[in-house]
């Protein structure tokens, strides 16, 4: 069993910064593709950032603001938000895959998503 954890989110004034911190804990052998998504109230979830042995990827609407990073040691990726604006406001969701054992599949697992609201 796997269970991913968020934290770090919360209430910002447009131009601030936060950083969220999702850690995967479990039975786990590997782990390859991290990725924040993102959904807001009426709007379909959408990818914001992903990080995997490949490089990084990030939406138009997040780059040169955004930076995602992880910690392998850890099983940890890391979203650092900054110039945050009031559209940056949803939900944040973690995605994973991990491999449980040497010879089993890969498999997507989901954060509990966690707030980020923007407003002065």
């Known amino acids: 069993q796997v269970e991913l954890v968020e934290s770090g989110g919360g209430l910002v004034q447009p131009g601030g910064s936060l950083r969220l911190s999702c850690t995967a804990f479990?039975?786990?052998?590997?782990?390859?593709?991290m990725n924040w998504y993102r959904q807001a109230p009426g709007k379909e979830r959408e990818l914001v950032a992903a990080?995997?042995?490949?490089?990084?990827n990030y939406a138009d609407s997040v780059k040169d603001r955004f930076t995602i990073s992880r910690d392998n040691a850890k099983n940890a990726v890391y979203l650092q938000m900054n110039s945050l604006r009031p559209e940056d406001t949803a939900v944040y969701y973690c995605?994973?895959?991990?491999?449980?054992?040497?010879?089993?599949?890969?498999?997507?697992?989901w954060g509990q998503g966690t707030q980020v609201t923007v407003s002065s």
């Open positions: 990080i995997s042995n490949g490089g990084t």
């Open positions: 479990g039975s786990i052998f590997s782990v390859n593709a």
């Open positions: 995605k994973v895959n991990v491999r449980v054992a040497v010879r089993s599949s890969e498999y997507p697992y």
